[in-house]
């Protein structure tokens, strides 16, 4: 079912070799640019009309009701409650852990007397707007994953935007409890791109935002692309991918199981096995065929799992393979492996890296406590997942006495010389070349 790339006896890992879906952010750009045009100069008016249009949803008012958002808390099932109680508690522990302090450098005039101090500040971003997606899969955990690390984080504004399922004109009510859960009271059944252009140039209804955080599809994504500089965003997102190394030690049943787990996401998701044993890929291919034809996403599981972006890479060894892995850069990397701790403490590129036979992928995506917004696309090898820090700005403030700049004068007029920028030394030296005053 997985195509097969064999890479044994390769020295040298070419990107292009590696499976990765096609991804053309610029052409949904050009598609969506008009909209977003559109938002920008006249509001709320164009994105009811392609909300309309879309979702087939006529939109009175792009916000939810608050009665929305209780009533929606009140009907949620109590064994959904309790699971996802469990899940807030456990992102907020681990959440929590990431918090910043101020950090204070001083600087000593002579070595001796306190005279400067270089202050960093983490202020939170004052307002986000975070997207939760609700196409073939509606990811009310996303709500979860981006609320309570800016909470954590202390941004005092915070909205939500998702798209209106057909038969109520409202967001999924699953995502709408888990706002209410969480204390968010500002919802907009707005989706897609439209959304991102409403968060980044505001509406009669929604003051314009800083930041804009959460997964999507595409269309999103290019949104995002568009609007990023007037707002900060998290990252560009693709469709989800999990990567798994494994040796002989490895179950194929547990294997096949956690590709099919993002598989079922989308048909551009991408789950690739990287392995040493050729035993263990006919495993797993025949394990995906029993499991596949069970699923109840079949259609979607078997588009992915056959694409250009999934397949089973063949390698020398686990150190050949580790080599692989951080190539690929996985959204999400399982390890199941001998000594598979130690491997997975040598990755560098990965999203998040899922450790041993018990941790797999779907653990993250809920109730592991870490956060499931990860970057994908290769974008691992430069990018984190979300966190507390991405909500933060570190701002320095510097406060040196009289004392503190005439030691250190000499030295910034030197530079400021040698850039050919003088200007910048007399600012300094004016402060001590002041002429004596009169008698």
Known sequence: MLNRIDLRGTASIPRGVLPRATFDVAAALEEIQPLLDAIRHHGAAPIRKITAERDGVEL?????????????????????????????????????????????????????????????????????????????AVLASSVVMNVVPAQLAGVPDVAVASPPQRDTGLPDATTLAVCAMLGVDEVYAVGGPAAIGMFAYGTDECVPVDMITGPGNIYVTAAKRAVRGLVAIDAEAGTTEIAVLADDTADPEHVAADLISQAEHDPKAASVLVTPSTELADAVDTALTGQVAAAKHSGRISAALSGEQSGTILVDDLEHGLRVVDAYAAEHLEIQTRGARELAMRVRNAGAIFVGAYSPVSLGDYCAGSNHILPTGGCARHSPGLSVQSFLRGVHVVDYSEEALREVAPYVTTLALAEDLPAHGTAVTIRFDKPAASS
């Open 60 to 136: 009175d008012s792009l916000r939810v009701p608050a009665q929305a958002l209780t009533d929606a808390l009140d009907a949620l099932d109590p064994e959904l409650h309790e699971a996802l109680t469990e899940a807030i508690a456990r992102v907020r522990k681990v959440h929590s852990d990431q918090r910043r302090t101020d950090l204070v450098t001083e600087f000593r005039v002579g070595g001796t007397v306190p005279g400067g101090t270089v202050t960093e500040r983490f202020i939170p971003v004052g307002r986000v707007g975070l997207y939760v997606p609700g196409g073939l």
